[in-house]
């Protein structure tokens, strides 16, 4: 009896001591080898970031010349002012623009750069006195009876960053504040073309606002540029359906060095270019031009021009090793049965340019050679393309892809073609407004979406690098918001693009696929037949121990009555 | 009478002075409404077959089929990601190799002289599938096996195989489900990787696959409802298989009929293959699309119309300065004589040729050994005395 006893007390003492170890060391185990790593994340910092509130900051000049202004306001003059405007965009978008303006009177220098006969010299003097800081703007104001400007033309932007705004004549007798608030809704119109505006801006931001807010100009513009990116590839292309007739030769290197390349150079600090060219043969336009009599000529109309791509596209190589989006431009030349063959837009006119481009793709230029030779010349011909004029459109087409070129400016402007440089310097500002702004746009909803994705699955392995390059993608955004609010265009920019290059590395890392999807009755199918026959046996003991200390408590209380 | 009709010719009259400047508008609206007629400026294509096995020979022609109108319509080879689960061409089981028909009677081969897959065999898994979507792909991924897709792309995306109840097999050993494609198209809006994506599924039960969708712009289409099977077209007798099934036969006998200037809309591909022909009913989602699909054109998915723009102005550029002269060299050197290729085929040695005398070479050293050998046996037997009766 007493031998069963201690058994009994034994088997008891087993029992209880397998739920000690199961419990204190196998659930700890358990989990310890079940889970998995996750590197802390700035999750906090993270949703601060999800409300975007960003305020940019521009710097105006405003340089009365002599003429423009009374004595007695000249002598309250320098003088400077600060406006801001709030835009509630969406619940979670703000955007606060503040102009600092200064004013003040020109410097005997400037009063003789002024007098130039032509605006032209008028601007390159201007510059060679003093550089204005980039995302700056200056504008001089001279006197209604000037003759820098044209009748009819108001402002004339020049190249880098200064313009000429014609001072409409201010009646009746007013102190300095009357005079300034007369300019500054043109000074507003200046500064609204050569730095940023509201629609920009939005469509800037169309990732994360609702589209109606963005009027259709800005929306066609941004359909047709190529969104931002860290580079991009462009690749020129001859084609040559007839070797047998034309033997082509361009000097597309000497061509690219010349015209292509200043553009590219100023372009450096948003995007690394790489460029390079190619010739195919015997390679057709898949659309049959039609022949008109009225000009003898053959025609391509507008309608037909969209069937032209896809066949090409389908033959150009490309060496682009990277995923960089690809801009394409060709030039074909037509046959010599086909020669010379037009472009005629939807209106059936003429277009002096011969080219078409595609939104997001490139552009096409059709070049006719056949009056460069004679009818009876002898097959093959040599003929040498003209590459200051093809590089003339395909750097018209590249400025509208890149997104420098925007629609119609307001009424009454001149706008300074950049010439050979490629791009004036507040153009270059322009683009870098939208851009640091749609960097960090995407930056901070590309880091939102990801950190709610980590968080929503559990599963997910956070490796190392990922942490870090999330906290070096906030520290970066956090950067840039701050210098945009400073003002410092060059510094947010390129804060903005370090931001986006570790946002985006962070969320495409091959590790962070989401394919531990448990559904949770997979989950008990995994665990039971590993754990089910292992705790039935010390559930059951254990219940039976409990079982017996209840019924010997029962005895000892009946005992006790 | 007559002061009637002048009074009425006066008032059309004036109706067309007014109405005049409105159509002449129109002519500038219709530029900025050209763009906004779909918004996209590329487009994609992501096929997937995913069963392996000669018996689902009818998957691999679904795709392919589909693989050919879409490229027919425009969309390049670099613009699609093409996954066949198993090579139906080069089987050993085929009796005509290199070739997938997708009619009885072989009228239409699919597989054709430029097919271009991207993903073959095994490396089409569920990982592969999801990691192209969302684009989760190692660095060094070559660019015809990603989907560079931007915020301007439709995608069109046509999964095929065998499926069931909220999942679809992949290679016989694992399974996609509908909450994993969901959570991945969900990944692609975040990251603004489509414009608008056109999803069709060719199953059995394939409309349990599109329930989970909650991403905007996604509009779906199945084979079969729920509890439904997908049914094969019809079988070849010398194939010994079945073609094709029978949604995507009718789907691409629907696509044959259209072109790339076509003006059929996404309504019209809901009328495809109704459940007499199909036996079972296909069903279709729009609920998350945001344009009215009667305003969707067949080739906003399946081709690829580019938009095209008139460029109106030119850089004025001056010609550079004469490069030095050591750059320019001579061109055009003295005319060397005309090249010829060697005869590649001299069919007339071919033809009457006589054989060739083939040379005397001494006997092998294996042969040599063997004789000695024989001979040493032989006069070892028989002993030397024989070797008179020899020689």
Known sequence: MAAIETEKQRGRYAALAIAAVVIVLGIPLWWKTTETYRAWLPFSQISELDSLQLQLSVEVEVVFSRGTLSPEQQKKVPLSQTREQEHQVDGKTMLRYRYETKYRTATIMEEDALNQPSAEEADLSLHMLSESACGSVVVYIIPESSTLLPADVKVYVGKRRTALLRATPFEGAGGLKEVLSALEPQVKQVANTMSFNHQDILAALSDRIRIGQVSKESLADSMRALKSSPGYEITFSLLNPDPKSHSLHWDIEGAVNNYIQPLLDKLSPLANFSVDSQILYYAVLGVNPRFDNSVSAYTLNADSLAHVINPVEARLGSNAASSNPVLNFLLYVPDAYHSPLFIRDHSKREVPSNAFHSPRWGGIMVYNVNDMYEPEAEFPVDISINMAKVMGVFLAQLRLMLGVQKTQPPPGFVLQSPGSAGLADWELDRLMWSRSVENVATASTTITSLAQLLDQIGNIVINDNIAQQVSSAVTSLQAAVAELEAGNLAFALQYSREAILASERAFFDPSLLHLLYFPDDQKFAIYIPLFLPMCVPIVLSLLKIAGEIRQRRADKLAKKD | ?391
């Open chain 2, 1 to 391: 009478m007559a002061n009637c009709f002048i009074s009425l010719s006066i008032f059309a009259f004036i109706n067309v002075l007014v109405f005049l400047p409105v159509i002449s508008s129109n002519g500038v609206e219709t530029k900025a409404s050209q763009f906004f007629g779909s918004g996209h400026t590329n487009n994609w294509a992501v096929l997937v077959c995913t069963s392996r096995f000669w018996f689902n020979y009818r998957h691999v022609a679904n795709v392919l089929s589909v693989y050919r109108s879409v490229k027919r319509l425009g969309i390049p080879d670099s613009h699609i990601v093409l996954m066949l689960a198993d090579d139906m061409a080069c089987n050993h089981r085929n009796p005509k190799p290199a070739t997938v028909f997708s009619h009885k009677n072989m009228e239409l081969n699919v597989y054709g002289d430029d097919v271009e897959v991207d993903y073959r065999g095994y490396e089409v898994t569920v990982e592969n599938f999801l990691r192209v979507l969302t684009g989760r792909l190692p660095q060094s991924t070559p660019r015809s096996k990603r989907l560079l897709s931007d915020d301007r792309s439709n995608i069109l995306i046509y999964l095929t195989g065998h499926g069931g109840n909220g999942f679809l097999k992949f290679q016989d050993s694992e399974e996609i489900s509908n909450v994993e494609l969901a959570d991945a198209f969900e990944q692609m809006w975040q990251k603004r990787r489509y414009n608008e994506l056109l999803f069709i599924i060719d199953t059995c039960q394939g409309a349990s696959m599109y329930e989970r969708f909650y991403s905007p712009n996604i509009m779906a289409l199945a084979s079969s409802q729920v509890g439904e099977d997908s049914l094969s077209h019809q079988p070849d007798l010398a194939i010994g298989v079945h073609l094709m099934d029978r949604y995507t036969f009718y789907l691409l006998e629907f696509l044959e009929d259209i072109h790339p200037a076509s003006q059929a809309n996404m309504n019209d591909l809901f009328k495809v293959c109704p459940k007499s022909q199909c036996v079972s009913t296909p069903g279709h989602r729009t609920d998350l699309f945001l344009r009215d699909p009667g305003s969707a054109l067949i080739t906003d998915f399946f081709g690829s119309v580019r938009k095209v723009e008139i460029t109106r102005e030119a850089v004025n550029l001056t010609a550079a300065v004469e490069q030095p002269a050591e750059a320019v060299f001579v061109r055009r050197p003295a005319k060397s004589e005309p090249l010829s290729y060697v005869d590649q085929l001299p069919v007339a040695e071919i033809i009457h040729q006589k054989p060739k005398q083939k040379d005397w070479h001494p006997p092998d050293g294996f042969i040599l050994g063997l004789w000695t050998l024989i001979l040493l046996v032989f006069f070892k037997t028989y002993g030397i005395k024989h070797l008179k009766h020899i020689f």
